[in-house]
């Protein structure tokens, strides 16, 4: 099993509806949870982080965690054409070491 | 500041040569991470340090790569000898220390392609 696991899509949404993107990891253990976008040819870049189970918004993006179910997910509101990018779940699989893993990513597409 | 560089852009190579990725983090970061991002693999880390010493080589795929730290402004990820399956964007990223601070930033990438 994958320590992180996303589904690959694409997932294609209208624009102006809500984008859902989901992770599930392995290590039960983990400490720190992050979605990095990545736009085609360029590299990744951090949009969010989450330590606590539930809810943390920054903007139109909402990360989730339910540590019980080993579960993270990302909702993009009032979603944009600029959002089509792939998106990457990413864990501190042990908050005694330092490490990132990634997950092979979603890519998302918001039609016009 | 620049962020974190890396060189060259783009390498391309035969099989069975000698390949040298290179890469300068942010100054003050501590922590520098090699990741290497394919279709059918994702982003796969290979190597990271902390304070210049290796601290988790389990991603590196084989003896064929090594990965070194010299100094904290520099590291090289080193492919020898190189095959067509190393072909891959192959990142660079720096990270300072503490908790909050597990921000990972990274280079623009090096594309090596393997003939």
């Known amino acids: 099993q994958k320590e992180v696991e996303q589904n690959s899509g694409p997932l294609s949404v209208p624009e102006g509806a809500i984008a859902s993107l989901n992770c599930t990891y392995s290590d039960r253990g983990s400490q720190s949870f992050f979605w990095y976008r990545q736009y085609s040819g360029k590299s990744p870049e951090l949009i969010m982080f989450i330590y606590s189970n539930g809810d943390k918004e920054d903007g139109r993006f909402t990360a989730q965690l339910n540590k019980a179910s080993q579960y993270v997910s990302l909702l993009i509101r009032d979603s944009q054409p600029s959002d089509s990018a792939t998106y990457l779940c990413?864990?501190?699989?042990?908050?005694?070491?330092?490490?990132?893993?990634f997950g092979s990513g979603t890519r998302l597409s918001i039609r016009p | 500041d620049a962020g974190v560089i890396q060189s060259p852009r783009h390498e391309v190579t035969e099989m069975g040569q000698e390949v040298t990725l290179r890469c300068k983090p942010i100054?003050?970061?501590?922590?520098l991470f090699w990741y290497r991002q394919t279709m059918m693999r994702g982003l796969e880390l290979l190597i990271y340090?902390?304070?210049?010493?290796?601290?988790?080589d389990s991603g590196m795929p084989e003896d064929r790569f090594s990965a070194k730290m010299p100094n904290a402004s520099f590291s090289t990820l080193k492919i020898q000898p190189s095959e067509p399956r190393d072909s891959a964007v192959y990142f660079c990223?720096?990270?300072?220390?503490?908790?909050?601070?597990?921000?990972?930033?990274f280079g623009s990438g090096t594309q090596l392609s393997v003939l």
């Open positions: 100054s003050g970061h501590d922590y």
């Open positions: 990223a720096s990270r300072a220390s503490g908790r909050l601070s597990e921000k990972l930033f």
């Open positions: 340090f902390n304070n210049n010493v290796p601290i988790d």
């Open positions: 990413a864990v501190n699989p042990n908050s005694s070491a330092s490490k990132i893993i």
